[in-house]
């Protein structure tokens, strides 16, 4: 066994939170790029946008289903599930940072950067070392956090491969890794987000299925095995190659090699974009007024809606139905509200959602251990 | 899926005229022309589709347009998406006026020779009349098919409930029905199969309707010595919902979202817009162009049989021989721009010839091309079902103005013995507020602000206290066929290619007003155990007023129609057979709304689509 | 741009009235500063007559858009003149309760033949993203104005009306609330306060 393997339930539970954390921590970015840009214009962005936003929300879920199949626990209110922006992801470290800002050509290349594909190697290819700087969350095999996954895909085939073998070395011993209540699955009866189904993750079949639609969907393998490319088998295009259509300028159609997509133009008009406060912070707007009371109400709402998707993820299923997703198209009206807000004193930027639930929650006095 | 229509699919007069090897000639894209196609090239069939309209909605961009429109139009009027066309226009509410004994309005596409003035309209684009309609899907009643047998009302159907029963079914999976039969299995209902359920489970009954059901369940009416209870039951509805597990023996549905999309999922359920009619902004709510989709996929990907849409084309003649009677080719005026009136005329055939413009339009162009049936009733026994409105304020606030156009109503008066005397209604609870009978809540908004004189705090209380209280049922009343409710034509009233328009004359039966009359009734009782404050009122200047045994209703026209081309046993009684088959053209197929010799109390689609299966089987025959 | 150029320009149909509006209330100099003021007035205006917050206001994104359509339709000298009422009835009413500011809004403003209907307008631009066509009176007597036809702004105005959010509900064809959330009952925001509903 290699060092770099998830060898225990218990890391893989760990790593299957974090999975959570990371799926999560692109929505913040995602979200107010597509909202910043101005109602009318730029369409071909804004699907973009909105079609990945949504399935990363989907991909949350999936590790929600995949964490309570082995019987984990989900808590989305656990203090720095929401990270601080700007932030590192696993596989950015000392590389680049995601940030809460608005749909400008940086932050298209930072999306890109999220989104890379698999390159799928050997174990050892899989994981590099780096020094983490202090405070810096980060994914890891092992606990002391020295090396991280290449890529976002690499992590989760360290997950499928995992699950592969906890699995099998618990059928050896009689048993099952798949010991979670059933009734904590969130199927797409009670879930839709259009684009890729939920099913229940029960065995591993389930899980494996599920975690090959994360990988598909997000950066696409590039892979000799598996000559998918730019769409995967069921003609979905993973996000990198979705947003690399930004880039480019151009749709990609079935057939097309990676980095030359031959569909329809797309044309970006960049100044039909609300240009906000980078990384804002509550403490960027002028305490007492009215944006800040927005900015903080906003904060509310969203620490609220982690801990209605808590309880939906840990049994009461109908709760996505009857209050989450409403809370979710509140969202854009809510974030749309603050982006259309000039920001005083910030060099005519406009205002943004800050995302500090931690702090929130402090404020609140509700933050849970 | 896509609705991929690309520049292949498509043909020119030259190509249309040139090519022999049709089988069919399918006049329409609406829902019945796009089933029949669908049904024809999954049997491997050759098809040539007409469409009056350009085809601008085939691309997102173009769909998206149309949901601009809506937007930026003041009036909102339900046409409003759907640009002018001279070439191929279409009724518009806007265009109507009173009229006075014996006045005629030539100004409105469909020349109103009253008495009663008809606001029902159908869309000719592509999808037809689906890109505007509601959706709702009841099905019909067993006792609709034979009213003269058992209330001496009306006229039979040669078939009955069981023999569509089937076609229901298919029906309900192409059109993606969200339903709950469970709720809707009662005494009365429409029968459904041991174990039957729709592809997807029934939509959420909205506030409004709890609070309805509320203030009703458990009180009843007493009809003709009849007591019958009161409910709020849910509707199905044509629209994407959350798939039923159990549906096709436990093999699932899978919905079907947006189709002109490139890259983006949307549609696969429905969110709530509040906008079905008179356009969904997302296709949660099915439109023909996903059937159409279906087909242009059976032709590329499975190879199966061959559409080719032609569109700007205005069918404008039936063409005969007259040796034998078939139809030997149609007339087709092709123009270049819905701005100019240039045109050409080619001539197009194939085997068989399927008209699937809707009742109005089919017997239009069959009368235009000089061919009232040997029975004579091409164009008569025209029906439509008549609704009145009842609008109130509830005592608390129901949140109206959210969900889709219609969730629930009570649906128990559909069928009793009472029909012997007065017509039958079913009731609609309108999740959109007063909006069909008095323009809200724009109305509301400049009655507040400029008779109110309200603004500030006092505005937004009074819009709260006025639009989130907001009750309106609309009672959809039957309508028994009549010879002198009937379309003609003539050639004094001419569209711009010079296609004579269709002429309206129209009286609402005494049967039916006797049902509208017990209708204000029946919302009056309703209204009482509800504590709801009326406002209804109806008036003496607005174009669908009637006076009734010394009592004023408003009329308004329910968008289902039929009749014009009633099915009937022989060629004396009908002008198609079971069939929906022309019984003096033996290639000619006329197919909707027209072939229904009654309308019961249903929203017309299931039907009409139910019976294009059953139409495509005998065409097949016919072909083979 | 100048007061009068940025006027003048907005008279010129070619021209993208909210951009101009736009960049007219985000120039240098004393030009920039003067509309930024008209501007401000206007905005604070239309808080008193809509009971929504400047946030929210701005929140629309409509702001500069209704701004330049009353200019267009009746000509900047009567807002101005309007806004010159607004702003010494707050002046004169400083510290005092609604009721009465009310009071004088309603005899110098609203009550007033060439101005009521205007202000009547801005709150139903507010509510609704249409200019409504002035009464026929208004018209002959301080008339004509040649673009006053009922309009809508454009598309988002109508997805932006204040009138949904108001009443807890969305605009039809936009701002979907979600499957199933009509069963729920509606979350009508309180007045003043920011549309987040507890
Ligand atoms: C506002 C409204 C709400 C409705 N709600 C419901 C509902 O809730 N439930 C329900 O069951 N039904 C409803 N209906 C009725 C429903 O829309 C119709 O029954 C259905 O669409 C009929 O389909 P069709 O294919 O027979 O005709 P259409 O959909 O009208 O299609 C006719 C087609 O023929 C084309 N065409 C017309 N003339 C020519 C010509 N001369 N040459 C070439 N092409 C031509 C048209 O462009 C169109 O594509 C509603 C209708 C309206 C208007
Ligand atoms: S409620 Fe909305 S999303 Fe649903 S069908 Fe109607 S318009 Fe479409």
Redesign the pocket.
């Given at each position: 066994m290699d060092s770099h393997d998830i060898a225990t339930l218990e890391s893989l539970e760990e790593h299957l939170f974090s999975a959570m954390v990371l799926e999560h921590a692109t929505l913040p970015a995602y979200l107010t790029a597509l909202y910043s840009i101005k109602p009318g214009t730029n369409q071909d962005a804004s699907n973009i946008l909105r079609v990945v936003a949504v399935e990363e929300m989907l991909h949350m879920t999936i590790a929600a289903n995949l964490l309570n199949a082995i019987g984990g626990t989900v808590n989305l209110t656990q203090t720095g599930f929401v990270p601080s922006y700007p932030t590192y992801l696993p596989d950015s470290i000392d590389d680049f940072q995601i940030h809460i800002e608005a749909f400008t050509p940086s932050a298209l290349e930072t999306f890109l950067k999220i989104e890379r594909p698999v390159y799928l190697g050997t174990v050892q290819q899989r994981v590099v070392k780096r020094r983490i700087p202090n405070h810096v969350w980060c994914l890891s095999p092992n606990k002391d956090g020295t090396t991280q996954y290449t890529t976002i895909g690499e992590f989760y085939n360290a997950i499928k491969e995992s699950f592969i073998r906890l699995e099998a070395e618990a059928q050896a011993k009689g048993s099952t890794i798949f010991t979670g209540d059933p009734a904590f699955q969130i199927t797409s009866e009670y879930y839709y987000s259009g684009g890729g189904k939920l099913f229940p993750v029960t065995n591993l079949d389930s899980a494996v299925q599920a975690i090959d639609l994360v990988i598909e969907q997000g950066e696409g393998y590039v892979d000799e095995d598996k000559p998918t490319g730019v769409f995967d088998q069921y003609g979905e295009i993973a996000h990198f190659y979705r947003f690399e259509q930004l880039r480019l300028g151009r749709y990609y159609v079935r057939g097309d090699k990676p980095g030359f997509p031959t569909g329809p133009a797309i044309e970006i008009d960049w100044d039909a974009v609300y240009l906000t406060v980078v990384d804002p912070k509550l403490a960027d707007y002028p305490e007492g007024s009215e944006l800040y009371q927005a900015a903080l109400n906003f904060n509310i709402a969203y620490a609220q809606f982690l801990a209605l998707l808590t309880e939906a993820y840990n049994g009461k299923r109908e709760l996505m139905m009857r209050a989450a997703v409403p809370a979710m198209f509140d969202f854009r009206n809510l974030m749309n509200r603050l982006i259309r807000n000039p920001a005083p004193q910030q060099h005519g930027r406009h205002a943004a959602a800050t995302f500090e639930i931690d702090a929130t929650n402090a404020i609140l006095g509700t933050a849970k251990a | 899926m896509h609705l991929r229509i690309d520049p292949t699919r498509l043909t020119t007069p030259h190509e249309a005229v040139g090519d022999g090897h049709y089988d069919a000639v399918i006049?329409?894209?609406?829902?019945?022309?796009?089933i029949i196609a669908e049904q024809l090239c999954k049997e491997g069939k050759r098809v040539l589709m007409?469409?009056?309209?350009p085809i601008t909605n085939k691309s997102l961009r173009g769909y998206n347009e149309y949901v601009t429109n809506f937007f930026v139009s003041p009036s909102k009027d339900?046409q409003s998406p759907f640009p002018e066309n001279p070439n191929?226009p279409m009724p518009r509410t806007p265009t109507l006026r009173k009229l006075q004994p014996g006045e005629v309005n030539t100004n409105s596409y469909i020349v109103q020779a009253g008495p009663y003035v008809s606001d029902?309209?159908?869309?000719?684009?592509?999808?037809?009349?689906?890109m505007?309609?509601?959706?709702?899907?009841p099905r019909m009643l067993p006792e609709d098919f034979k009213t003269r047998t058992l209330y001496d009302q009306g006229l039979d159907w040669p078939i009955g409930y069981d023999d569509i029963e089937p076609d229901y079914q298919r029906a309900e999976r192409e059109m993606g029905v969200s339903g709950d039969v469970a709720a809707l299995r009662y005494p009365g209902g429409s029968p459904y199969p041991k174990n039957y359920v729709y592809p997807m489970q029934g939509l959420p009954l909205s506030y409004l309707d709890h609070m309805v059901d509320r203030g009703i369940a458990g009180t009843s009416v007493e009809l003709d010595g009849e007591t019958i209870p009161l409910q709020v039951r849910p509707y199905p509805q044509a629209r994407n919902g959350v798939p039923n597990a159990a549906y096709d023996g436990g093999k699932g549905y899978t919905p079907v979202g947006a189709v002109n999309t490139h890259q983006v999922d949307i549609g696969e359920r429905c969110q709530g817009n509040t906008n079905c009619?008179?356009i969904c902004p997302v296709q949660a709510k099915y439109w023909?162009g996903k059937t159409l989709a279906k087909v242009l996929r059976m032709n590329d990907e499975l190879d199966k049989g061959e559409i080719k849409i032609l569109p700007q084309?205005?069918?404008?003649k039936v063409e005969i021989n007259p040796e034998n009677g078939h139809v030997s080719g149609i007339q087709?005026k092709v123009y270049k721009t819905p701005g100019s009136p240039e045109h050409e005329t080619i001539t197009v055939r194939g085997k068989i010839y399927v008209i699937?413009?809707?009742a109005i339009?089919t017997a239009r162009?069959m009368l235009a091309s000089g061919l009232p049936s040997s029975s004579g009733l091409v164009g008569r026994n025209f029906m439509d079902h008549a609704f009145i409105l009842c609008w109130g304020l509830m005592p608390e606030i129901c949140g109206t103005y959210r969900g889709s156009s219609c969730t629930g109503g009570i649906l128990d008066l559909r069928n009793g013995p009472f029909r012997k005397n007065q017509a039958a209604f079913s009731v609609d609870i309108h999740n959109d507020g007063w909006g069909w009978a008095t323009g809200s809540p724009y109305s509301d908004l400049t009655s507040l602000v400029d008779d109110g004189n309200l603004f500030g705090g006092p505005l937004r209380q009074g819009l709260v206290d006025r639009l989130s209280h907001q009750l309106l049922l609309a009672f959809m009343i039957d309508v028994p066929p009549s010879e002198s409710n009937r379309i003609t034509v003539d050639p004094q009233y001419t569209d711009a290619l010079g296609?004579m328009r269709p002429n309206l004359s129209f009286t609402t039966p005494e049967y039916s007003m006797r049902g509208a009359a017990y209708a204000r009734q029946f919302a009056k009782t309703v209204f009482s155990r509800l504590g709801v404050d009326d406002h209804t009122q109806y008036n003496p200047e607005n174009y669908g007023y009637v006076v009734y045994e010394g009592v004023g209703y408003e009329i308004r026209g329910g968008?289902?129609?039929c009749g014009t081309h009633i099915m009937g046993t022989s060629k004396n009684n009908s002008v198609v057979d079971t069939n929906q088959r022309s019984w003096d053209h033996a290639n000619l197929y006329l197919?909707?709304?027209g072939s229904m010799p009654s309308i019961g109390t249903a929203?017309?689609?299931?039907t009409?689509a139910a019976l294009c299966y059953r139409s495509a089987r005998a065409m097949l025959k016919q072909l083979s | 741009m100048n007061k009068t150029e940025f006027y003048a320009k907005l008279s010129t149909p070619a021209n993208d009235p909210a951009s101009l509006a736009l960049a007219a209330i985000q120039g240098d100099g004393e030009a920039g500063t003067y509309l930024r003021g008209v501007y401000d007035q206007f905005l604070a205006f239309s808080v008193e007559v809509t009971a929504f917050s400047r946030f929210d206001l701005e929140g629309t994104g409509q702001g500069e858009a209704y701004f330049a359509t009353v200019i267009q339709v009746v000509g900047y000298e009567i807002l101005e003149q309007l806004l010159d009422t607004f702003t010494s009835i707050i002046n004169q009413t400083g510290g005092e309760s609604t009721l009465v500011r009310n009071d004088l809004l309603r005899r110098r403003l609203f009550g007033n033949e060439r101005l009521g209907p205007i202000a009547r307008n801005i709150v139903k631009l507010w509510f609704t993203g249409n200019w409504y066509q002035l009464p026929r009176n208004w018209s002959e007597k301080f008339g004509p104005a040649p673009k006053d036809v009922t309009f809508t702004v454009s598309a988002n105005a109508y997805v932006e009306g204040l009138l949904w959010t108001t009443i807890g509900a969305h605009p039809a064809g936009a701002k979907a609330q979600g499957y199933g959330s009509w069963a729920n009952p509606p979350r009508i925001p309180e007045f003043g306060s920011d549309a987040v509903v507890r």
């Open positions: - | 006049v329409g894209s609406g829902l019945s022309g796009a007409l469409e009056a309209s339900n191929a029902s309209n159908y869309t000719r684009t592509l999808g037809g009349t689906t505007h309609w509601e959706a709702k899907t009619v008179p023909s084309a205005v069918a404008s087709v699937t413009t809707a339009e162009l296609n968008n289902h129609l197919v909707g709304g929203n017309v689609s299931p009409i | -």
